[in-house]
């Protein structure tokens, strides 16, 4: 017999009684020394915390390139790494995609005080295996589903620690983070990773190889990992960290030495009236003392005292010393 979704009469007076004068209560409320009131921003613990990702969308986009150095000397061909957008879900959901039997490995991220996890497909593993061992990777081999070899095991090492060094150089741009591998699973249940009702971000990456099937692998951030630095991720310059370019500082130091400047040797600034001016003609001599140095000009700005000299056919100057005064001297 189904039970009775009807009020008992004891419910419907207790209902009656909420809904009337709680002066009292408050009041009681209010007696209580020492109460102690925190104010709370409602939303403030929204999984749209981290905005729309657009610092880690960049990292994962870093780390497709450096992940590319990682698989080419096991695949002997260059792969084509592409990445997702993150995704927000419970660890719970994301446990329930996945396959039971998967290669998991577990890295410390000491400055964030969390972890992450990297999650690859036992027929990714097998066909890096093959390929690294001198067979083809055209296609994985028939596995049946179970523990791995010692060989792919190694092959599991050896890319996990590849892949996190990758990551730490793709981070390194945003924040210094170092990923120390902690522990190897093969079954998600077995993994100690974080509960399955706590939140996580899953960044899938897109691996394509030439006559094969497209393979994909996943890191995975719990949400509290990353919300210290959230304001990092939501914001869009990806750097606090300059790095010195050198064939860029070349180019524009040889840029700028290769800039011409107009030299002007000054003897000196005669002066003259405007009759005297109107009634110059060919063949007058126009009187000019020279004095004790000559002016060189650059582009206007006086720099040198320099005195005549000949070298050869030719005149020139001899540079006396320089001069260093922000006022040019007219």
Known sequence: MAASKKLTSEEVDALIAGLGD???????????EALEVKSFSFGSD??????????????????????????????RIQPRISSFPPEVKTFDEYSSDADSFMSLTTSRLEELRGSSLLVVAPNFISLLTNAYYGGTAVRPLRRVPGEFTATEQRVIEIISGGLMTAMQNAWKDLT??????????????????????????????????????????????????????????????????????????????????????????????????????????????????????????????????????????????YLRDRITSNKNPE
């Open 176 to 317: 210094t983070v170092s990923f120390a591998v902690q522990s190897h699973e093969e079954n998600m249940q077995f993994a100690s990773f974080v509960d399955n009702s706590e939140t996580v971000i899953v960044c899938t990456f897109l691996v394509q190889l030439p006559g094969s099937e497209p393979a994909t692998f996943d890191v995975v951030y719990p949400l509290q990992t990353l919300k210290p630095i959230a304001s990092l991720l939501r914001s869009r310059v990806q750097s606090e960290f300059v790095t010195e370019d050198l064939s860029w500082r070349q180019k524009l130091e040889r840029s700028i030495l290769n800039i011409p400047l107009v030299v002007t040797a000054e003897l000196a600034r005669p002066k003259v009236s405007i009759k005297n001016l109107l009634n110059l003609q060919d063949g007058d001599t126009f009187p000019m003392q020279v004095n004790n140095g000559i002016k060189v000009l650059v582009e206007g700005k006086t720099l040198f005292n320099a005195e005549l000299g000949q070298v050869g056919p030719q005149a020139a100057l």
């Open 46 to 75: 929204d999984l749209s915390l981290l905005g729309d990702y657009y610092a880690l969308r960049m990292i994962n986009e870093r780390f497709c390139r450096f992940a590319r150095s990682v698989f080419l000397p096991m695949l």
């Open 22 to 32: 709680d002066s009292e209560a408050l009041d009681s409320v209010s007696s209580v």
